[in-house]
């Protein structure tokens, strides 16, 4: 991948820390299965398996590094987050990361979520850069692993507080990654990390979109499309992008809003209102009750002259249903509707 491109989302992320840690700048990451990634995705610690020493590889790549720090936590989301909330406070100079196994064992935490990350600036003037690293996808996995509650960090968003992201690709993630480094005031990073994603063939990036280019918090549809013959603009996040792409369709343009909060408002109406004669249609995996949907709603209601509709899963007690046939058929209903109306 560094020599021929197709950069997918775990050697994006190493390269985000590795081009950090030549700068200088720590990195701390700290989770349950961090060091190789729930999903076996990261590998950033190598074992020798007849001496059974260990190596980080990021940690002998430039004399005068930055210090990397990877740990495997226990099983206390309240705990970890909690200590990891307190370093991140005393070293600013750090990128502190904290992931959780699944998105959804945040919520062991949502003590540390409440009264510090979200509220601890407006409180007592405490700033922080903390990074959450949330996985989150609705792949038949069950209520229990799917849904990080995206509804839930957009409805403490306020007055700046935080950034929440959805990136879609591994350069988008890595260029945002390294804007929440060196970004002064610190704020806290809560970032919807992927899963089936991780290994997508088409969800990779080209060498070149990491060395050149920013975060870009709305991706237009890149295709060569006649926008004034598109009827609808879908406006997706994260893995639904590729779903969606899956089954091309000219009459239909994919908007990707990588970053939730602070909403891109102003770039996503510029982006939409490109096209002249098109419906703008929020879809989400989430059930309508769930999801960004609410958030948008109330922050947006319509772009320009145009009111912004959804496509999603009915409201629902659970995030997810318990059965694998279930899911897959309600997301062939989500597809179909999101493209065919």
Same mark, same amino acid.
């Given at each position: 991948m560094s020599r021929a491109g197709d950069v997918d989302w775990a050697f994006g992320e190493l390269l985000a820390f590795g081009s950090l840690l030549v700068e200088g700048v720590p990195v701390r990451l700290t989770?349950?299965?961090?060091?190789r990634g729930t999903f076996a995705q990261r590998h950033a610690v190598l074992h020798d398996r007849a001496s059974g020493q260990e190596w980080l590889p990021l940690s002998d790549i430039a004399e005068?590094?930055?210090?990397? !720090?990877?740990?495997?936590? #226990?099983? !206390?989301? @309240?705990?970890?987050?909690? %200590?990891?909330?307190?370093? !991140?406070?005393?070293?600013?100079?750090?990128?502190?990361?904290?992931?959780?196994?699944?998105?959804?064992?945040?919520?062991?935490?949502? +003590?540390?979520i409440d009264e510090f990350i979200s509220s601890a600036e407006q409180k007592w003037g405490q700033r922080s850069g903390l990074t959450l690293l949330l996985p989150h996808g609705y792949e038949g996995s069950g209520p229990d692993h799917s849904s990080a509650r995206i509804e839930r960090f957009l409805q403490l968003c306020a007055e700046d507080n935080m950034t929440v992201a959805q990136p879609s690709t591994p350069?988008?993630?890595?260029? #945002?990654?390294r804007r929440q480094a @060196?970004?002064?005031?610190?704020?806290?990073?809560?970032? %919807?990390?992927?899963?089936?994603?991780?290994?997508?063939?088409?969800?990779?990036?080209?060498?070149?979109?990491?060395?050149?280019?920013? %975060?870009?918090?709305?991706?237009d549809d890149r295709r060569a499309i006649d926008r004034s013959a598109v009827?609808?603009? #879908?406006?997706? !996040?994260?893995?639904?992008? @590729?779903? #969606?792409?899956? *089954?091309?369709?000219?009459?239909?343009?994919?908007v990707r809003l990588e970053q939730l909060y602070p909403l891109p408002a102003a770039?996503?109406?510029r982006?939409?209102?490109? @096209?002249p004669n098109a419906e703008p249609v929020w879809v989400q995996d989430e059930p309508r009750n769930q999801g960004a949907w609410t958030f948008l709603l109330s922050e947006l209601g319509s772009i320009g002259a145009r009111p912004l509709r959804l496509v999603s899963r009915p409201a629902s007690a659970a995030p997810a249903t318990g059965s694998s046939k279930r899911h897959a058929?309600?997301? *062939?209903?989500? +597809?179909d509707e999101a493209l065919k109306g």
């Open positions: 989770g349950q299965d961090s060091r005068n590094q930055g210090r990397f !720090s990877l740990y495997d936590s #226990l099983l !206390s989301e @309240y705990a970890v987050l909690g %200590f990891e909330y307190g370093y !991140s406070v005393e070293r600013p100079d750090a990128l502190v990361l904290w992931e959780a196994q699944f998105g959804d064992f945040a919520n062991g935490a949502q +003590i540390v350069a988008s993630y890595f260029h #945002l990654l @060196y970004a002064r005031p610190r704020k806290p990073l809560v970032v %919807f990390t992927p899963k089936s994603m991780l290994r997508t063939r088409g969800a990779t990036s080209a060498l070149p979109d990491f060395t050149a280019g920013t %975060f870009e918090p709305v991706l009827r609808r603009v #879908l406006l997706v !996040s994260g893995k639904l992008y @590729y779903e #969606l792409l899956g *089954r091309p369709d000219p009459s239909v343009a994919v770039e996503l109406t982006v939409v209102e490109s @096209y058929q309600e997301q *062939r209903e989500l +597809i």
